[in-house]
């Protein structure tokens, strides 16, 4: 059978010899089709809450005679197909909590109520308004009866406000500091806010940040939900308000840094080695300022390195043809040897500031091999070089130093000794 849609579409295209009978037989059938699909919308959300029946039907009846929402003529396309369905499910919202508001009635009657016009969220919020409200609730608050999820708590709580109480007496199913100053700026949240965002928002000016600070900690941070340790994001909340001014971008960066190095699991925090713990658990910005967190930031590996579990080998191969090397000179012990195993390669990269752990797969195939030279002076063994070699052509492709840094003569001189033994080609590239 074909769509609505596809109705509507065919009625549009039909040939200019068609009449105009049958251009109307085309809509007619696809007006009918809507209607039926609309009133089995309807009776199913009233299956859902038998209980509430009475309620229900007096809402949709009160919709159908005072607003065009839930009228077939206005439901043909998928967008506004869609749009029936949300108001239908506010609908039946509506009347699941009206039994818990009063089980007889409302503040006032649907059959009185005058919708204004605009969009069906201005309809619907005045719907919600002229059932609950006995006292001012706050307008952001109306998105918690079409908001996506079927959380009651903050359907539970308008009404709570609607009644007349404080938000500091409603029992929130989480832990959060509501004192007296958060209650205040609550009521006074911006639109477009979740009650939690809300929430949120209200601390942060509490605690002393504007307006700027509030949106952008509710809206482009991980802030914007509920999180654990409640008492240590607060702590985070002072510093950056005691820090102020920081960009938006900044501030971003410092929230997910924090939340990565104190609750998130190694493994992704780092990569492979990082172990199933938080690097740093025990992280506080106490006693730190903006630009000691700023050096942390940019140095927290070489930090965080020390505490890290041994890496876990996985992959080893067979060593190439190619053999080590061995040289002594101006007191200095020289060597170089082939990495052939995982954990060697991310040990050599967490060391060596680079890369080198990417080349695991490629190692393990044979395309490519991996060396590690290392100087010995005394009794302080460091490494200098991680080299790439390609074992067919015997190829010398890269030779790079700490942080991909051009290696230093001394180190040079050394692999050219060891390309001589070898009878190694240097890559034009070098």
């Known amino acids: 059978m074909p769509t609505i849609a596809a109705r509507m579409v065919r009625a549009a295209t039909l040939p200019l010899h068609f009449s105009t009978q049958a251009r109307i037989m085309c809509i007619h ?77 409302w503040e006032q009657s649907p059959e009185h109520w ?22 001012l609730v706050p307008s952001f608050m109306t998105n918690v009866w079409w908001a996506e999820g079927e959380e009651r708590w903050p359907r539970e709580l308008y009404l709570h406000l609607a009644r007349g109480a404080g938000i500091r007496s409603f029992p929130l199913p989480f832990d959060f500091p509501l004192t007296k100053p958060v209650a205040r700026w609550f009521v006074e949240a911006p639109d477009g806010m979740s009650p939690f965002q809300a929430l949120r928002w209200s601390q942060v000016r509490a605690l002393g940040g504007d307006d700027r600070l509030g949106c952008q900690i509710v809206r482009r941070t991980i802030l914007g939900v509920l999180l654990e ?15 102020m001014p920081i960009s938006n971008d900044e501030i971003t960066t410092i929230i997910w840094f924090i939340r990565c190095q104190r609750f998130v699991p190694g493994e992704y925090t780092w990569g492979p080695g990082g172990g199933e713990a938080p690097l740093q658990p025990n992280f506080s910005v106490r006693g730190r300022s903006l630009m000691s967190l700023r050096r942390h930031m940019a140095n927290w590996r070489d ?30 012990v020289w060597t170089i040897r082939e990495l052939l195993t ?34 010995l002076r005394g009794d302080v063994r460091r490494r200098v070089m991680t080299i790439e070699v390609e074992p067919e052509s015997k190829t010398i492709w890269q030779a ?8 230093n003569s001394a180190a040079q001189e050394i692999l050219q000794k060891w390309a001589a033994q070898e009878q190694l080609i240097l890559s034009e590239c070098m």
Request: glycine letters at 4%; aromatic letters at 10%.
């Open 303 to 332: 930090e965080v390195r020390p505490n890290l579990p041994p890496p876990i080998e996985t992959k080893s191969w067979e060593p190439t043809p190619i053999g080590t090397f061995d040289f002594r000179g101006n007191d200095a």
């Open 342 to 375: 995982d954990r060697e390669l991310r040990v050599e990269g967490d060391n060596m500031h680079h890369c080198v752990a990417d080349y695991i797969e490629a190692c393990a195939t044979r395309k490519t091999s991996i060396w590690s030279m290392r100087v």
């Open 400 to 407: 790079q130093g700490k942080r991909n840094a051009r290696p």
């Open 114 to 135: 005058r919708p204004p016009s605009g969009n069906a969220h201005k309809q619907l919020s005045s719907l919600v308004h002229h059932l609950f409200d006995r006292y």
């Open 29 to 105: 059938h696809g007006r009918r089709s809507s209607k039926v699909w609309l009133d089995r919308l309807i009776r199913e959300s009233a299956d859902c809450s038998p209980r509430h029946a009475r309620n229900y039907w007096q809402i949709i009846d009160a919709v159908r005679r005072s607003t065009d929402l839930l009228r077939p003529t206005s439901v043909w396309g998928f967008s506004t197909r869609e749009q029936a369905a949300r108001v239908v499910t506010v609908c039946a919202r509506i009347a699941l909590h009206s039994y818990v508001w009063h089980p007889d009635q």
């Open 229 to 243: 340790d409640e008492p240590f994001w607060e702590s985070v909340l002072r510093f950056l308000i005691r820090n």
